[in-house]
């Protein structure tokens, strides 16, 4: 029979897990940045980009759609469409 079930004696055989830091800080990034500002979406959306390339794909889709709706939903931008909209709307 085969090694099914053993224990490696050598702890070097055991591959170490990576874990996706550079995913969390743009999941994380992105969703302080909704209610907050536009800076930490953008800084979302590099540690986005950058997580896709080191191949942390899902974290970085997630980061990057996060980021788009941070971007549009921060309070500076929907404040300056807003105050655009009303005003064209009450012929100012």
Do not use: D, H, R, Y
Not at 11 to 20: F, S
């Amino acid at each position: 029979m085969g090694n099914e079930g053993k224990i490696p004696l050598n702890l070097q055989q055991i591959p170490e897990e990576k874990k996706p830091i550079m995913g969390w800080a743009a999941v994380i990034l992105g969703v302080i940045g909704i209610p907050f500002s536009a800076v930490f979406t953008i800084i979302g959306l590099i540690c986005s980009v950058i997580a896709l390339f080191i191949g942390q794909i899902g974290w970085g889709i997630t980061g990057i759609l996060l980021a788009l709706v941070g971007i549009v939903t921060s309070p500076l931008l929907m404040s300056l469409i807003g105050i655009g909209a009303i005003a064209t709307w009450l012929n100012f």
